[in-house]
């Protein structure tokens, strides 16, 4: 590959992911003889934007840094999802104060992980990871008292198409839009991305390390807590696995999506292409009629296939 | 130069390399023999990094070859290759395992240190190389590299180049050896490079202190935009030579010279009265003060204190104003190295140009541009990568970053290690001339001759300040018996 072709394509990590997310759609759509080859693209559209959700907060946490990580989304979205709907119960007229309280779940995730890492000096990976075994349980101990239906606007909402394409998918690509110049042109992106790249060069260039690392766990909680309402709301009731599958996944969008897992970089457009290559994956090995063991063989092996091209002459030197 | 004396080990020829469109080297020859120490001189960025990543078979050349010990080895040479041959380099960056301890970092180095016990055997390897070059170091061989000052890191690593266990030693390419160490264990280092040649190991030296090369190398070549332009044996040039031959410096102005300037009332840095020592520190606006003395004794720690004191009402140190830090250690606490020079300029003043959090991007543009143009950094524009920059030019683009920063304080920790002297001499200036317009500086310096840029100094030894020292009343002499403890002021 010419040097200036690779150059080309350093600059624009997330490019891979969303190739990898074509490809995928073009196999499968020739699978099934190009019928409902865009209704395949709106559900995964659809899915994509609750990982993209998360992701956006999984972002920031591992561009800050090496060790930075929030291992609590599963347990935030859930107990976030469960509060939200159990205060709606089913009522839009309880739309605003289940979303309030839902958000204020996020709030406090955000300042107690902050106050672990901070205050109590623990290391992130393991902060956060049992700050997420308390809200999965304090979830569990609600979920014993409640069965509620969401609020029908916001499942309409949550479910909305607009020309074909999901609403919410659209509100936050503007979103991620907002996040990509935000990372460029904002003290706190500039903040972020200087802290991940060198902690000692961050500090003594005069930032403010602690509050940086501060609103990055806080903006992760509540981006957790937003995604599981929604996610709540879209399967007409929060459920107690909800969060489970997005441990990983929140990682994966991330580092597929071309952020470095060494910080100091961020790749915001390649959420969109890893979450929506996930999910395609899936759909992809479905229509095949592939057993699910093979399907995890082959979802792994695609992720170490963008992996390697996206890194491939990383290291020429 | 006469080719009798010795045999050639390595000798390098039309070696060409460039980096995108700028020529690093542009045909070198460079002969060196055994048992004798060659000295390559030059500004920043004429290409001695570069020529000698290449001798150690860290970059290849793009045309060239490279001879070592009578066989070509172009083909297929490497930094293992290299190693095998004989060949070790002490980089100016420092390349040992932050996480790891001295004897552990001499395990990498040696694949031949395994088995049972080789814990025991790099402990003896390193230490005793370290007290053969550096008697009375003081180094922990246990504690992790990364915990050590950058002198003490410095040590270690040219320690370890000269241990031996399969490969014996035939030459050390020291890059900037001397650039991090205080003048005592510079000169334990070159006294030792005067064993080594009696052990006939060849020894490539790079300084920018032209004193030393002069009385310590045997040959010396002077590199200009890529290009040898002129050698000769040390003890027949004279450091205006060099000095010519290293290219136009542009004539320097001390019409501001330190001590008449008017200093300003205003304190800015304040250390509370203590019982053991009538000194302490104190800094008024408008003034340079050095922190003089041995590397490590202290003075780091007082530039920390006082960064960290600044915006908080301390007990220990009173600081009345904001400060800007810039480190010598430009890898570890200096540059952001994913960035490009521009943004790595204006991070401490992002505040300044931004509205509701957001920045203004000509603005900050504009800001770093103005900065390149006035400490002249040489680079096409402020959009490349900082690390596309010599190491000169990434510091001066730090000492940008605190100018920048507007700030009524700037500490300055041996920010110029590493930097020639032409750049120098501008910075010098950007110095005198903020401090004229109100700015206190409190620069830390190993090198004794930039403190007569200080309107005081102060002498660190053990963590304590042993003399304080006006600009009129500053001899070596003086710096150097305080630098042991023999201050005036303290009672002995």
Known sequence: MSSGIRAWLDARPWIWSFGAALIVWLVTTFVVQGRGMLATLAVALQFATFYVIVGIGQMFAIAAGPGNIDLSIPGVMTFAGYIAIGLMNGSNYGLPAGLAAGIGVGIVAGVFNVLLIQGLRIPPMIGTLASGFVFQSMAIAYSSTTNAPPAPLLVSFSAARLLGVPLIALVFIIFTVFVAVGLRRSMFGRAVLAVGQSLRAARLAGLAVRRTFALVYLLSAILAAIAGILLAAYSGGAALDMGADYLLMSIAVVVLGGTSIAGGQASPAGLWGAATLLDLVVTMLNVMRVGAGVRYVVTGLIIIAVLALAKGSDETA | MTDEAGEAFVRLSGICKSFGAIRALAGVDLTIRSGRMVSVVGHNGAGKSTLMQILAGALAPDAGEIRVAGHAVVHGYSVRRASALGIRCVFQELSLCPNLSAAENTRVFHPALAGPGWRRR????????????????????????????????????????????????????????????????????????????????????????????????????????????????????TEAQLVEMMGVVRSVDLTHAPGSRGVREQIRVEQPARADTPLRVQLRAGEVVGLAGLADHGQRELLQAVFDAAGHPATTLRVNGSVAYVSGDRRTEGIFPLWSVGHNTTISRLRALARLGFLNPAREAALAEDWRTRLAIHTPNIDRPITSLSGGNQQKVLVARAFAAEADIILFDDPLRGVDIATKRELYQHVHRAAEAGCAFLWYTTENTELVNCDRVYVFYRGTITDEIAHADLTEDRIIGASFGAGHNVAV
Request: charged fraction near 20%.
């Open chain 2, 122 to 237: 790099a402990r003896q390897l390193i230490g005793n190389a370290l007290h053969a070059i550096f008697p009375g170091h003081g180094i922990d061989v246990h504690r992790p590299v990364g915990e050590l000052p950058i002198g003490q890191r410095q040590m270690v690593e040219t320690a370890r180049a000269f241990t031996e266990t399969d490969h014996p030693v035939r030459l050390v390419i020291l890059d900037e050896p001397t650039a991090s160490l205080d003048a005592t264990a510079a000169e334990q280092l070159l006294r030792y490079t005067g064993e080594a040649r009696a052990r006939d190991v060849a020894v490539v030296f790079i300084s920018h202190r032209l004193p030393e090369i002069l009385g310590h190398a045997d040959e010396v070549f002077v590199m200009r935009d890529g290009q040898v332009v002129g050698s000769g044996a040390a003890d027949a040039l």
